[in-house]
C-alpha cells in the first residue's frame, strides 16, 4: 500500500511537501513516482526516482522547482515543491513500478492522492 499525504492550500510562490509511505511491498527495489492530475485533466508524470535514490527524473513542469527524494530505511518517497504555482493545483498521486529507466507511465502499485491547491 501507499498513502499519500501533505497536501493543502498554498499561496503561488510558496512551497510544500509531500509525502508517501509505502507498507507491503519491497520499497527499495522499486522507483517511485509522482504524478498530478489537475480538474478536468489527464494524470500527468511529474517526477520519478530510482531505486537507490541515485537518479531522478522530473517532467518539464516540474524541472527547477520541484524536488524528489527517498528514505528506504523509512520506506518513504517525497516531493519539494517550491515556487508553485495555481497551474500546480491537482491530485498528486504516489506510484511505484520496477522497469526501464525512467517510468514515466504504466505503474504498477498506486496510492490515493492528496489535493494541492495553490491560490493565486
Known amino acids: 500500500q501507499l498513502q499519500a499525504f501533505g497536501g493543502g492550500l498554498v499561496q503561488a510562490g510558496g512551497s510544500l511537501r509531500l509525502s508517501c509511505a509505502a507498507s507491503?511491498?519491497?520499497?527499495?527495489?522499486?522507483?517511485m513516482g509522482w504524478f498530478r492530475q489537475a480538474p478536468g485533466k489527464q494524470r500527468e508524470f511529474v517526477a520519478v526516482?530510482?531505486?537507490?535514490?541515485?537518479?531522478?527524473y522530473y517532467a518539464d513542469s516540474a524541472k527547477g522547482r520541484f524536488s524528489i527524494s527517498r528514505d528506504n530505511a523509512k520506506k518513504t518517497v517525497h516531493l519539494q515543491m517550491n515556487s508553485l504555482k495555481p497551474e500546480d493545483t491537482a491530485v498528486y498521486y504516489c506510484?511505484?513500478?520496477?522497469?526501464?529507466?525512467?517510468?514515466?507511465?504504466?505503474?504498477?502499485?498506486w496510492g490515493q492522492g492528496t489535493l494541492v491547491t495553490v491560490s493565486s
Open positions: 526516482i530510482s531505486w537507490s535514490g541515485k537518479s531522478t
Open positions: 507491503g511491498l519491497p520499497f527499495g527495489s522499486y522507483e
Open positions: 506510484a511505484a513500478d520496477q522497469g526501464p529507466w525512467p517510468p514515466t507511465s504504466g505503474y504498477k502499485y
